[in-house]
């Protein structure tokens, strides 16, 4: 099926999306090498604790630092190792290093969570959870210091498999993010099936806070109806001081953009933390 439908892409494609198209393809070939050379790495962004003014956790973004591309961004990787059956490869490595940065840093007395995106094709795999509780024992990591971004999709909404594999993460402790909220179709759906701990509003709703009228109604409606229902929530793509206030203002939880900090090596965020802490 996916073969066939991939055929048909190729038939109608440009020559320019032909050549797209391959280089997707060589690249996921290139996917175990990448893991395993260290070319696939993780960055780590700084999620902010408006009420401690603290960093107490971070979201894992994979990188590909690619030996003859160079750096290459999630959106042109991540869609087509999906595409091809290798979600779970990457994932288990975002994973895995998340947890073993995490294990570091609480090492040396610097508790940071860690958030990791999960594709939603893997929420319909048996072995998920089972590998999640393994990778917190392998890191004796508590699973509370755990995010899961899941992002909001119709199709996960209508699954019942998948909701059920979110509850018993949650009743391990696990805590559940829907990412990009207010970009998808099912949000009511959303909200009243999803055990989630957390919404995330996207990014596209916070930019323009400080000045829209329209933003500034979505989003604080959004804040007061996820606290009625018991979840927490953060702003993605905080870029200024002034939508920062707003949020503070708003009663937001947490807030992460490039004006809190933008993705970085592990070793710059425990050095941010550590210096936020002394400050
Ligand atoms: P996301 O999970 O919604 O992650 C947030 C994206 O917004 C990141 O892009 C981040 O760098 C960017 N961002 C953060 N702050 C700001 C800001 O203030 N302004 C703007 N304009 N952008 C900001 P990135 O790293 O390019 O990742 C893009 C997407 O790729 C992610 O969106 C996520 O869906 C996916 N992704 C990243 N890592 C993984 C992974 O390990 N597994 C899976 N399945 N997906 C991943
Ligand atoms: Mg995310
Ligand atoms: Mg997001
Ligand atoms: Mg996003």
């Not at 395993?36 to 790495?41: E, M, P, R, T």
């Not at 509850?167 to 099912?186: A, K, P």
Request: proline residues 4%; negative net charge.
């Amino acid at each position: 099926q996916r073969a066939h439908a991939a055929g048909r892409r190729w038939e109608r494609a440009s020559a320019d999306e032909r050549e797209a198209i391959d280089w997707q393809l060589s690249l996921v070939g290139e996917l175990d090498q990448a893991i395993a050379s260290g070319a696939l790495w993780v960055a780590y962004q700084p999620k902010l604790d408006i009420a401690s003014g603290r960093i107490t956790s971070a979201e894992a973004l994979v990188r590909w630092q690619h030996p003859r591309r160079g750096n290459i961004p999630p959106d042109q990787f991540v869609p087509s190792v999906e595409a091809h059956g290798r979600a779970q490869a990457m994932t288990a490595h975002v994973l895995h290093t998340a947890l073993a940065d995490a294990a570091s840093w609480r090492k040396i007395g610097r508790p940071i969570g860690v958030a990791v995106n999960v594709s939603a094709t893997l929420l319909s795999d048996d072995r998920l959870v089972a590998e999640i509780g393994a990778a917190l024992a392998r890191w004796r990591i508590p699973a509370d210091m755990l995010t899961l971004e899941v992002t909001e999709s119709a199709a996960i909404a209508s699954a019942d498999a998948a909701i059920e594999r979110l509850g018993e993460l949650r009743q391990m402790g696990v805590r559940i993010s829907i990412d990009d909220y207010g970009t998808g179709q099912s949000t009511m759906t959303y909200l009243k099936r999803f055990p989630a701990t957390e919404l995330k509003i996207d990014k596209s709703f916070i930019q323009n806070l400080a000045t829209s009228r329209a933003d500034l109604i979505l989003v604080r409606s959004t804040i007061d109806l996820a606290h009625a229902l018991g979840m927490c929530v953060v702003a993605e793509g905080v870029e200024d001081a002034d939508c920062l206030a707003k949020l503070v203002e708003l009663g937001c939880d947490t807030a992460q953009g490039w004006h809190i900090g933008r993705p970085m090596p592990g070793e710059n965020l425990a050095l941010m933390q550590a210096w936020q802490r002394a400050a």
